[in-house]
């Protein structure tokens, strides 16, 4: 019944913080489409540095710039998971009262959460492994 209760709180935080970033839509077209780096509408853009205002904000349009923007925002919402869910472990830990059972599911959330955290750490080393070396996918 503990591990449903933690599913649902993290599908209900991540609706939320989905929800929140989806608020303003995107604009009808003709209004509001190219933008520079500040944010501010722009007429012509920048051949070299085309960004599209959409509801996440101010987005590089081409995909190499799109996944430098993207990948640390991923990783600081992974790391700040993880720092919540180990800080929710320990707190479950110190709050046991010495019962096996909760000291056990204590250190099963604690090490799901380290594992999460270095898997997103090497992930990027994981995908070139995968996509470069073994499936040799040109251009990546």
């Known amino acids: 019944m503990g591990k449903l209760r933690i599913n649902l709180v993290v599908l209900l935080v991540g609706l939320v913080v989905f929800l929140s970033a989806v608020r303003n839509p995107v604009l009808a ?3 509001k489409t190219f ?4 944010g501010d509408a ?46 929710y472990g320990f707190i479950m ?3 046991s009262g ?12 604690v090490s799901s959460a380290i594992t999460g955290l270095l898997l997103s750490i090497f992930a990027l080393f994981i ?6 070396d073994i499936l040799q996918i040109p251009g990546f």
Not at 55 to 61: D, K, N, R
């Open 93 to 95: 830990m110190g709050t």
């Open 29 to 31: 077209l003709g209004a």
């Open 42 to 87: 722009v007429e012509n853009p920048d051949i070299d540095n085309v960004r599209i205002y959409t509801a996440l904000g101010c987005v590089p349009a081409e995909m190499d710039k799109f996944v430098q923007w993207l990948l640390p925002i991923l990783f600081g919402i992974s790391g700040g998971i993880a720092f919540l869910l180990m800080v």
């Open 98 to 109: 010495g019962d096996p059972k909760k000291v056990a599911g204590a250190q099963e959330t």
């Open 35 to 38: 933008c520079n780096d500040s």
């Open 127 to 132: 995908l070139r492994l995968i996509a470069v």
